[in-house]
């Protein structure tokens, strides 16, 4: 039952699509799921792809929308006319439907909100393209079920009938009271479990999670995930905490997996969310730049070793080829200890002051620095058969890998502290500044060792 | 409503446990989330946790043991006797006490499985221990809502009732036939829909979701995150498909985290599953070798340059000021690469062959390369006067930059063909192999372009 997208797939769709063969096609594209179909998509070009959404009904084609690539969606959505992309919009939940007109041009998102016949709908999707889409708001849908505290397990039952047919998934029943404030909540199971005639108030949980409408979705995210919840209610202000949307589990594992891609990529120098099927330019510009930084990284340690340049004489010539690996142990130094530093922060577990991690990172780096600089002494004592230039090298050596711990653990911190994204830091950022500063620390005391 | 761990809370905690004040602990604790009293017993030392964890009921410390940091964990459950450890894990479900078992030694299983009361509870986790916990039995629970497709509605409901109170959350029921083989699945909002004499299998939704138990929770979770899955039943075999278990979407959303966890983790050069507030020596075993790697690379460029040390007069001396520019630059370009792959094979979008992926690479990494090697060839020409050696140094850079490229997009590439983790690659480990062949590389180049 696995689907596998295999050329072979793609070109019966293609051939199907060249013959015009609507019925053959629709068959064939009514045997996957949404997700599926959207992966096809994302392999045609935009023409056949365009074939493809005017043939099926819009209740599929808005699901297989949401799940094709940005990129691609842009591109559907510029040959879709504003009517067109209001059907669509009619048929998805309203976050999802907020989500497709917010990457619309301001004009365009007036045009199509205007086409929206709901009026309900309308309203509802006009209300959440109004919060900032890092936030809880951002990112709950209005689809929910609600009942009054007043009302009876019967009663209840009833209505419910009439609103989880909009509700796709029911995982909790919210309870409020006439004044629209979140008092508690059921799951459908409690209500199935009770009789009849009891009042909702009478079995309603009153201690149930929430989240601000202001909210950041990484602290959403990271709540829902710690309580093992899968659904959160949104409330407008901690004060009246009035009921205004829910947050379900699916979109937190998007948030989540997107937040976990973008550190991955910035800890390796790519900015901006790419792919390894974007095109070349693409690539280029989340790329470029962070090696630009490395070039001027490099340019500054080719100024610092000229500046010793005088020191290229005699038994000191030798210091010059370790420069690699200095440069080599303060960048991975620096980037292992903002790694666990960034980690930390995502986490929340990162306690305690700013000067207790820093010296617990300088006792971690002198300890390690010190198991590799005896090494490395021994190295070169050994090949080179001058001790003090191996004492001279080695000792530069823990100065440089304590520095580098010291750098990696406290610019994440800053940053944070700052309100700036502390995976910044574990970039070719720190290693490029690691780089340089190892350099000039080494040659410096290096110098002073060897009294030249 | 949001929980803060602060020192005031901690210094509460212990106070009350100091003066034995059984009462007020546990109204005090009462007040919070197992997870949230799981956090506070990770800052506590042992005596001081073994003391919550025996004042307050099983129902409740079961779940905290289940939020532990792994190691805390370790040692309460070494302070526990089989027995207790039995009683903890009769309140848990099967999939969370097959969990803790699992991390106890081979005869304290043994004596804790003997001491579970429940029969079925113990054949169950019985069952769970045996699979290998990276799949998708060794993740799935045996709790679940099945109902047999010869049902009614209402019979359906009634019996629903008994089953429900031992299943925490309701996502679907699944239907069977009499073989127990999966027949399809509904959801309680569609029996609440449904007329109450209607047979189940008039109502049961046949396109159902499902994986294999032996399939890896990667895949599990992959296939989660894109149908928007909230859980998923566990089969047997494709034969067969008899159902055994179900996974729900919490399980993934630890999974997905670990995974990114991990994959960040090796990137910037950490193994194994450390955290900032770890001890200096685990956090020494985690770093030390992958620092050790990078030392034996910068060893490796030491005799590299000291292989060339004969170039060492005149105006080729600047070749040496430009190693750790080198360095530097074919490390950024093989992790950028590296990542990229790594990113793609986790998100199941890498296609195509081995080839038309290292052709892109190579186009990509060539024109970065050009517009790297352009502007440093101004650079030194300008600095230092000398075209020919700026010219050496540029054709290098976009030589090196190409290979390193191409590196850091096979490596990944043939480990995940071959069955290994490919994050591996983005670690040091491409890091160092691509300084020293860049810095051998950039002297062979630069010395022929030379004619030295």
Redesign the interface.
Known sequence: ??FQ?TDELIEQVELFIEQENDKELKKFLDEF?Y?DIAEILDELNLEQAMYVIKLLDSETTSDILMELDEDNREKVLKNLSAKEIAEEVEELDTDDAADIIAELSESRQKDVIAQIIDDEHRAEITELLAYDEDTAGGLMAKELVKVYETWTVAGC?RR??GQ??E?T??HSIYVVNKEEKLIGRL???DL??AKSDQKISEIVKVNV??VNVNEKVEEVGR????????AIPVIQS?DNKILLGRIT??D???V??EE??K???M????TGD????DS?LE??RA??P???L??L???G??LI??GF?GL?TGEA??L??????????A???G??S????V??LA?D???GSVNS?LI?EM??AA??GT??AI??FL?VWAVKGEMLVAFAISVSLVAV?VIAGLIGTFVPLFLNKRGIDPAIA?G?FI??SN?ILG?LLYFLIAKSILGI
Do not use: C
């Open positions: 039952m696995q997208l799921h997700a039952m419910i009938r989880a047919k509700v998934r029911v799951s459908l199971k199935i479990v999670d929430y709540i829902m995930a710690k309580y093992d919840l899968e901690d589990i699916d937190i594992v998007d989540l997996k976990a891609e550190d991955y990529q800890a390796a120098g790519i790419v792919e390894a099927d070349i690539l280029t790329r470029l962070w090696l630009f490395g070039l990284g490099g340019i340690a080719f070793m000229e340049e290229f010539v030798v010059f080829f370790f420069t690699p690996l200095i440069a080599a142990m960048g991975n130094v980037v292992q903002s790694a666990i530093i980690q930390g986490n577990d990162v306690r991690r617990k006792l971690l300890l390690n198991i590799l090494f490395l190295f890998i574990t070719p290693t490029t780089d350099i």
